[in-house]
């Protein structure tokens, strides 16, 4: 038997909202894009609060420019904060119809199956990966990582799987 075939890791499982608000952290927090992002976010956010104090402060009192630096602040430190829960807000609908997913890991990529779609992806599509205490994250190579794969660990049949599914990811992707 190809020892690929029998290492495989198959997992079964729901896409649920905290999982790909967690996903989109992890993304965000590993890539140099998502890093700048909510960098310049927090950042504008600040300067614009202040910006709306100083004109409360200042000898022009101009309420409606104060109140709008405000408001642009608070919005901006909130997508900041707040930005992955939205995304995954915003992709209900869409996890819903997906229903359950079959996914099989092993030496040549995963292959994963839904109500909607089947799709296989090769190690050279997502060739890096982030683990966290719930979930392994595929992502691909380009600035933004836009591609991602989402393999929860509660997917797994059997607990001693997580860690055969770490070993597939080590030996093909790049840990980050």
Partial sequence: MDMDVEQAVRLVYRTTEADLARALRVRDGRTA??????????????????????????????????????AGGAVLWCVALL???????AFR???????ETRAVVDGTGVR????????????AAQPTYAETDTLFLMLSDDKGAVAMTVLPKR???DPVDVDRLRAILDRNLKRL
């Fill in 93 to 99: 609908g869409l996890l819903e119809k997906t229903g």
């Fill in 83 to 89: 930005g992955p829960r939205l995304q995954a807000r």
């Fill in 112 to 123: 994963m199956t839904t109500a909607t779609a089947e799709c296989r992806i090769g190690w």
């Fill in 155 to 157: 997917g797994v049949q």
């Fill in 33 to 70: 894009a998502g890093r700048r992002k909510k960098w310049l976010f927090l950042t504008v956010g600040t300067l614009s609060l202040l910006g709306g104090v100083l004109l409360l402060t200042g000898d022009e009192r101009t309420v409606s420019k104060a109140a709008g630096f405000l």
